[in-house]
């Protein structure tokens, strides 16, 4: 037990020492636990043998990491990403292992291992990437969700990879490892699908993605209203941690990857309302997971033999490195990735991935690859996760200042006259506001960001002005001080709150309206000071549902009344959300009060529906 103590510390005091100081010195935190690894591995000895099975714990972190991506995720939004994710994505790992594949059988490899390593290294780090995208606010760029779109692609790719891998055992590997045939027997007893013919295989695999869904849309409501209404956090921690272990297992009993089934699962519940309790509470043990991963992998480095074949394993990982990145440039200009986007999208895929691990030892295990080229082979799969982080500093450093002097070469606009009304951002709500101002007689002045959208308001003959409505100066030469409104119409969720925030702290005389992107921004907006904040969708949809209620036989006026009643009984309880949301600590707001007091609300609001329906019938009856 002291042993185990004794590592836990170890590991923790390398990464509290390491990673906060490599981001002060801007390398990124993943760096920071590739280094932290480095040192008390391969440098210090203060870790060994233990690092592989730590690993392969520390794994786990990627599958929660990809259930908090799912959680994100509407199941429409991932149905349009069909073309990138199966044309972008599918191409990239055909592409990157037929090359990779020819380039070993070109230095003197079989066929079959060829092949497997070029399937091997056509997958990229989901960790890393994902992980460096969230800190340098990269994940909503284009080449962000271009290059989570291949992610996502590469861990669907795994299933088939891991079915066509056994097919490419070398006889004579199978005949000489009789003690790894026993030990991959052991592992097929732990398989609900080992043996089966090839249409029950399938049926297994069907029915557990239906399960996985099933119990995601029906089940697990049920189970978080039981759990929630204990009050107790800890339990509630645990059912998080015990739907997504759970379904883990039940991906790999039936030889799916684990991460894609969590994924999944965060897909199905991305709708639901315990979404943002689930992520506050799989988010710690996500980041500590991930941070361990890295440090194994720098712990596993084995310098003995990276030492002794350094030039050949630095050749392979540029190698590896400059294929990859080849691919990915070429599919960026086919489907028309542009500027920097385009850099980060090639850069940031360019390494092998933590499945390259994974495959390897699989590889090894049924007889693929031979023990003494797997050694090499993990070495340039660590190798090139290392020189990751250093690629995203050449991308921050270089190439991202250079395309924006080119992209931005004019300077915002001077603008030379002062408004009653400041709109700031004139997309497809702010364009409406405008409007309707104009309509009015009511002088404005308009800024965004986005310079083709300021010329397309130029076009049919409205006044805008390209600029930043966030900068302090702008504002000033658009008349903020002699203003009567602000609107803050900005498609950017931080940049909104912050110029709401910063203009209430300057010029609180300034009345702010804000439009918002879902209930949460409209706590967040609240809680910056705005004045007047509209959901954007919330209106139309409450028209959409009184039409729906017309067309099933509802009275217009009964319809508009209810519709009328939905929306005093939800404002009535607004503030008391608000309030509960607002004391709330950080990353808890949506707790057990405020989902208990949610609940009541929505109780509050078929109280009102019903009460709308007694009053109908006792004058004549509800519908046509």
């Given amino acids: 037990m002291t042993g185990y103590f004794i590592q836990a510390f170890v590991y923790l005091a390398a990464a509290v020492i390491m990673v906060p100081l490599a981001k002060k010195l801007g390398l990124g935190s993943v760096l920071g636990y590739l280094i932290a690894g480095v040192i008390i591995g391969p440098l210090s000895g203060m870790v060994g043998e233990e690092t592989l099975t730590i690993q392969h714990f ?34 990239q790992v055909t592409g990157s292992a037929v090359l990779l594949a020819f380039i070993a059988w070109l230095l003197g490899q079989p066929v079959s291992v060829a092949v497997a390593i070029g399937l091997v290294f056509s997958l990229s780090s989901t960790a890393i990437v994902l992980q460096t ?24 790719a795994v299933i088939p990879i891991l079915a066509f891998i056994p097919v490419l055992a070398l006889p004579e590997l199978v005949s000489a490892a009789q003690t790894m045939q026993a030990t991959a027997q052991h592992h097929e007893s732990l398989s609900l ?156 895929l360019s390494q092998a991935g933590e499945f390259g691990f994974v495959l390897l030892s699989y590889a090894l295990q049924n007889h693929v690859i031979p023990a003494s080229t797997v050694s090499l082979l993990q070495l340039v799969v660590a190798l090139s996760m290392f020189l990751t982080p250093m690629l995203f500093i050449l991308y921050d450093k270089v190439i991202l200042p250079r395309y924006q002097q080119t992209t931005n070469p004019q300077a915002y606009d001077d603008i030379q006259e002062q408004g009653q009304v400041i709109i700031a951002g004139i997309g497809r709500f702010g364009q409406i506001v405008n409007r309707l101002l104009i309509a009015n007689g009511v002088h404005t002045v308009v800024m965004d960001l986005d310079v083709n959208q300021v010329e397309s308001m130029r076009r049919i003959q409205v006044k805008a002005y390209f600029g930043d409505a966030t900068r302090p100066e702008l504002l000033h030469t658009a008349g903020i001080e002699q203003a009567a409104l602000l609107v803050v119409a900005i498609d950017d969720r931080e940049s909104a709150r912050a110029l709401v925030h910063a203009v209430k702290q300057s010029h609180p005389g300034v009345t702010v309206l804000a439009r918002a992107f879902d209930r949460g921004h409209h706590y967040e907006l609240k809680h910056a000071g705005a004045d007047v904040i509209v959901s954007e969708t919330y209106h139309s949809a409450l028209d959409l549902g009184a039409s729906a209620l017309t067309c099933l036989g509802f009275e217009p006026a009964l319809a508009e009344q209810k519709k009328q009643a939905f929306w005093e009984t939800e404002k009535a309880a607004s503030e008391q959300l608000y309030d509960t949301w607002q004391h709330g ?22 109280q009102a529906m019903q009460s709308d329906i007694a009053d109908e019938q006792g004058h004549g009856g509800k519908r046509r």
């Fill in 58 to 91: 520390a794994e786990f972190g990627v599958v929660m990491m990809l259930f908090l991506v799912g959680l994100e995720l509407h199941p429409q939004m991932l149905w349009q990403m069909r073309h990138r994710l199966l044309g972008l994505g599918g191409l």
């Fill in 133 to 156: 995208f969230n800190e340098k606010g990269l994940t909503k760029t284009e080449g962000g969700h271009n290059a989570f779109s291949v992610l996502l692609m590469q861990d669907i």
């Fill in 193 to 348: 699908v080992a043996g089966l013919p090839t249409w029950a295989y399938a049926g297994a695999i069907f029915a557990s993605i239906a399960g996985v869904v099933v119990i995601g849309h029906y089940l697990s409501r049920p189970l978080f209203h039981y759990v929630a209404n204990s009050g107790l956090r800890e339990i509630f921690v645990a059912t998080a941690l015990l739907l997504v272990i759970g379904i883990a297992a039940l991906m790999s009993l039936v030889g799916l990857s684990p991460a894609l089934g969590t994924f999944l699962a965060g897909v199905v519940l991305a709708n639901s309302e315990f979404r943002h309790e689930l992520e506050s509470n799989i988010e710690p043990f996500k980041g500590l997971l991930l941070g361990l991963f890295f440090i194994t992998v720098g712990a596993g480095i084995n310098f003995a033999i990276l030492s002794e074949h350094l030039l050949l394993i630095i050749t392979l990982t540029l190698t590896v490195m400059l294929v990859k990145a080849g691919v990915l440039w070429a599919l960026a200009m086919l489907f028309k990735i542009h500027n920097s986007d385009r850099w980060l999208f090639a850069l940031s």
């Fill in 585 to 606: 600590s950080e990353g808890q707001q949506y707790d057990h009060d405020y989902r208990k007091l949610f609940i009541q609300t929505e109780e509050a609001i078929k």
